[in-house]
């Protein structure tokens, strides 16, 4: 169960995981109107996810 897991609980990486997912299986989301809704400019959001990436990339290979 995914819940046992400490990384599971980690908000930190979870929500790196969910925007790196998003980013992969999502290719036509509106960016737009999130960038929008958070009053960020697309350069702002291609940053957030930039920086969801190295999180979960730097994650992954610390549990290696």
Request: glycine fraction near 0%.
């Amino acid at each position: 169960m995914t819940t046992e897991n400490p990384l599971w609980l980690d908000d930190k990486l979870q929500f790196a995981r969910l925007l790196c997912e998003l980013a992969a299986t999502q290719p036509d989301m509106n960016l737009i109107e999130t960038a929008d809704s958070m009053d960020l400019s697309m350069d702002e959001i291609t940053i957030l996810f930039d920086r969801a990436h190295d999180v979960w990339e730097e994650a992954k290979e610390e549990t290696r």
